[in-house]
């Protein structure tokens, strides 16, 4: 057997400076399309997703996000990227809003089959005690001989975190009183 520790993961995590500003706004307005707008992909656990549009979005808040997502996405592709990945061509966003009410989860699954996207990445709006880690599978945790591992991260408000599309992952449910709110979204590039 050979051994190939060069298989090695980066993710990029990241906090937003001025969160504690912006995520109220952000949930007053996600809440708002909760509250009006079906679920894009209805789950049994209580988990509400928004259309794929959160790229488009039109109240000041969400854009503001919007505009610092790309920003933050935008460094993470110069540091996570191989070199000269991008070939200069523009960088294509798709994003989401996730509502989750307590008890609610997400399945395992990855996004590498939304039409071959490279980097996905999350960012929590809100993110109370308990809410809900999400948990990332090493890519070799397919192949039987291997042990294979999984990486837990603790949302926070505030948090970015960006990873290769490919890794599967899933999201514990949430244990606390309070919903979680987290935008989502995947680079084609
Ligand atoms: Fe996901």
Same mark, same amino acid.
């Given at each position: 057997? #050979?051994?190939?520790?060069?298989?090695?993961?980066?993710?990029? &995590?990241?906090?937003?400076?001025?969160?504690?500003?912006? =995520?109220?706004?952000?949930? +007053?307005?996600?809440?708002?399309?909760?509250?009006?707008?079906?679920?894009? *992909?209805?789950?049994?656990?209580? +988990? @509400?997703?928004?259309?794929? %549009?959160? $790229?488009?979005?039109?109240?000041?808040?969400?854009?503001?996000?919007? %505009?610092?997502?790309?920003?933050?996405?935008?460094?993470?592709?110069?540091?996570?990227?191989?070199?000269?990945?991008?070939?200069? /061509?523009?960088?294509?966003?798709?994003? @989401?809003? =996730?509502?989750?009410?307590?008890?609610? $989860?997400?399945?395992?699954?990855?996004?590498?089959?939304?039409? #071959? &996207?490279?980097?996905?990445?999350?960012?929590?709006?809100?993110?109370?005690?308990?809410?809900?880690?999400? +948990?990332?599978?090493?890519? /070799?945790?397919? @192949?039987?001989?291997?042990?294979?591992?999984?990486?837990?991260?603790?949302?926070?408000?505030?948090?970015?975190?960006? $990873?290769?599309?490919?890794?599967?992952?899933?999201?514990?449910?949430?244990? &606390?009183? +309070?919903?979680?709110? &987290?935008? *989502?979204?995947?680079?084609? $590039?």
């Amino acid at each position: 057997m #050979i051994e190939t520790p060069l298989f090695h993961i980066s993710l990029l &995590s990241e906090e937003e400076a001025d969160h504690t500003t912006l =995520n109220p706004k952000v949930a +007053e307005e996600v809440l708002r399309r909760h509250n009006n707008e079906p679920s894009s *992909a209805p789950s049994l656990s209580g +988990e @509400w997703r928004s259309q794929k %549009d959160f $790229f488009q979005s039109q109240t000041p808040a969400c854009m503001l996000l919007r %505009d610092k997502i790309v920003e933050t996405s935008t460094a993470a592709i110069r540091e996570l990227a191989p070199p000269g990945e991008t070939r200069g /061509q523009r960088v294509n966003f798709e994003g @989401w809003i =996730n509502v989750n009410p307590p008890g609610s $989860f997400n399945a395992p699954h990855n996004h590498y089959s939304d039409s #071959i &996207s490279k980097l996905s990445g999350i960012y929590y709006v809100a993110a109370p005690e308990n809410c809900g880690a999400l +948990e990332l599978l090493a890519p /070799q945790s397919y @192949w039987p001989r291997n042990p294979g591992g999984r990486y837990t991260l603790e949302p926070k408000a505030g948090k970015y975190i960006i $990873f290769p599309s490919y890794i599967y992952h899933w999201v514990q449910p949430n244990a &606390s009183a +309070e919903m979680r709110i &987290s935008v *989502a979204w995947n680079m084609r $590039f």
